[in-house]
């Protein structure tokens, strides 16, 4: 049972595009929402997360949209670059239980 | 000043060999976890260590297992190596504050483990 769905798997964008990746969750109890980018070779890196308290939240380029009733969010990358080109997982958790479940990632690339 | 780190970086072995993977964080964090990402970059846990104890193990072959000296330290033990176990293991390790939880896991270089 996958309990983090995302979409889409790839996605390729010119530069300067606003790449879109959305994640759908099915446990309600999850209260904590991180996005991880991945480059070839290198371990997941925390890029941005959020809470359920608030709708949105932005951290330079990236915004992170949530919609608690229909149990989904999404990344957001503004103004996309090909250093953007990575892969890209969210994920949930529920505090103070540590682990996280991945959606299966998409993998960006952002064309010069 | 690495924050997690990973030996060995590569590891190609035989079928039914034993082989281990060390996980060393310098962070100061109390939990630590293994990865296993497959070729199609799915990351699943596996195990999950608080202060030296397993906290969490998923459905993974007794042909694993994990060992923590101590906090600082997660190594992955396996078994009789089969061609499924191919995969990148990553280590992570994250700080549990009492009552408020970061959750934010900080993951090390990985280790790409072929078995032919």
């Known amino acids: 049972q996958q309990q983090v769905k995302q979409s889409p798997q790839s996605l390729i964008v010119q530069k300067g595009g606003i790449p879109i990746i959305n994640c759908a969750y099915e446990?309600?109890?999850?209260?904590?929402f991180p996005w991880y980018q991945q480059f070839p070779g290198k371990g997941p890196a925390l890029l941005i997360a959020?809470?359920?308290?608030?709708s949105e939240k932005k951290e330079g380029r990236f915004t992170i949209s949530f919609n608690k009733s229909a149990k989904q969010f999404s990344l957001h990358i503004m103004d996309s670059q090909p250093g953007d080109s990575a892969t890209y997982f969210c994920?949930?958790?529920?505090?103070?239980?540590?682990?996280?479940?991945f959606g299966k990632g998409t993998m960006l690339l952002v064309s010069p | 000043d690495t924050a997690v780190s990973q030996t060995p970086k590569y590891l190609v072995t035989q079928m039914g060999n034993d082989k281990s993977i060390k996980c060393e964080q310098n962070?100061?964090?109390?939990?630590m976890y293994w990865y296993k990402q497959d070729s199609k970059k799915f990351l699943k846990i596996m195990f999950s260590?608080?202060?030296?104890?397993?906290?969490i193990n998923e459905t993974v072959p007794n042909r694993f297992s994990p060992k923590s000296p101590d906090k600082a330290h997660l190594n992955l033990h396996i078994n009789s190596l089969e061609l499924g176990d191919s995969a990148v293991y990553f280590c992570?390790?994250?700080?549990?504050?009492?009552?408020?939880?970061?959750?934010?896991?900080?993951f090390g270089p990985g280790t790409r483990l072929t078995v032919l």
């Open positions: 959020i809470r359920p308290d608030v």
């Open positions: 260590y608080n202060n030296k104890e397993l906290i």
């Open positions: 992570a390790s994250s700080q549990e504050v009492a009552g408020a939880s970061t959750d934010t896991q900080y």
């Open positions: 446990n309600t109890a999850f209260d904590y």
């Open positions: 962070l100061g964090h109390d939990t």
């Open positions: 994920a949930a958790s529920i505090s103070g239980y540590s682990t996280l479940t």
